[in-house]
């Protein structure tokens, strides 16, 4: 608990620093009920923070729980660091997923602080936008020989996100400098293919006539299947068999999903068929006529 008590100093130091209660509370609006004035009421509100990721941790290890196990100090360390100010259900499912999946026989395996370095990085507004995305795909493929360890088959297994589909779950106003936040940042993560378009309806009309709403088209990558993959407890599973129906993930208990993105293969992919079945066919035809002469 070295870290923890590291960061209660930290709080302990700041509250004697302020020049008043009242500047604290007006600066940091709801927040200041980690401090309060007293050391104790923000160790209780981080208490609370990471019991809530424990419970959820338990909740996904299920029967595990009981069979032998550890856990790296460095995925600990990470974990009371991020989970103690978390207070997002979503991103509270992610810790806990890594918590739940680094539990492993090897006390060495850290491959979880990878993970939960990003979920460091990435606002609330993109983690639940990673999820969407990754749920979506999840729900309109399952059991599709697809794996995005391909990248054409990566290419096949893209998504065309509604303006209002994000709107709905993310409880915003139409807000496309929202939308541009989450699907930048989750691309500068690999967590989405940067090849991500879209925006107002009239964009679509050269390039994907079929879509006559505003919205985002996404393609999804490796690294963003092994973070869903992670946050639902499955370290140990090749990105491959992320839509084998085999793979069981469960609804995050507390972010209900309304509404449904729609499958939408890169139609460049036709288009590049269709070039090598003529290139293959003049080829022939070619080799052919020499034949025959």
């Known amino acids: 608990m070295t870290d923890l008590k590291q960061i209660t100093e930290l709080a302990e130091i700041g509250t004697t620093a302020w020049a008043s209660k009242e500047l604290a509370g007006k600066l940091l609006g709801s927040t200041f009920d980690y401090l309060g004035g007293e050391l104790r009421n923000f160790t209780e509100k981080c208490n609370i923070n990471l019991t809530d990721i424990f419970l959820r941790a338990k909740r996904k290890l299920g029967a595990k729980l009981d069979k032998p196990g550890d856990v790296s100090p460095r995925v ?22 890594i918590l739940a999946s680094s539990r492993t026989e090897d006390q060495g395996d850290d491959r979880g602080v990878p993970y939960l370095a990003v979920i460091r990085e990435l606002s609330t507004h993109q983690l639940r936008t990673h999820y969407l995305i990754y749920w979506s795909i999840k ?15 990566a290419r096949e297994m893209r998504i065309f996100l509604p303006g209002t589909f994000l709107d709905t779950n993310l409880k915003q106003q139409p ?14 993560h690999d967590l989405i293919d940067p090849l991500w378009w879209g925006g ?34 499955y370290s140990q599973m090749h990105v491959a068999d992320y839509l084998s129906e085999g793979v069981v993930i469960e609804a ?10 729609t499958h939408a293969p890169d139609r460049q992919l036709e288009l590049e068929r ?13 080799a052919s006529r020499s034949l025959n002469r």
């Open 76 to 97: 600990l360390r990470n974990v009371l660091d991020e989970g103690a100010f978390c207070e997002d259900n979503v991103a509270s499912e992610y810790i806990a997923g």
């Open 139 to 153: 729900q309109l493929l399952n059991g599709r020989e697809l794996s995005v360890a391909l990248g054409n088959q």
């Open 175 to 188: 807000n496309d400098v929202l939308d541009l936040h989450a699907l930048a940042g989750l691309a500068r």
């Open 200 to 233: 107002p309806v009239d964009v679509f009309a050269e390039e994907e006539p079929w879509i006559d709403e505003a919205g985002y088209l996404v393609t999804p990558t490796k690294f963003g299947v092994e973070l869903f993959l992670w946050a639902h407890g």
């Open 252 to 261: 995050a208990p507390d972010f209900e999903v309304s509404g449904s993105a």
């Open 274 to 286: 269709d070039r090598v079945i003529r290139e293959n066919f003049l080829r022939q035809t070619l």
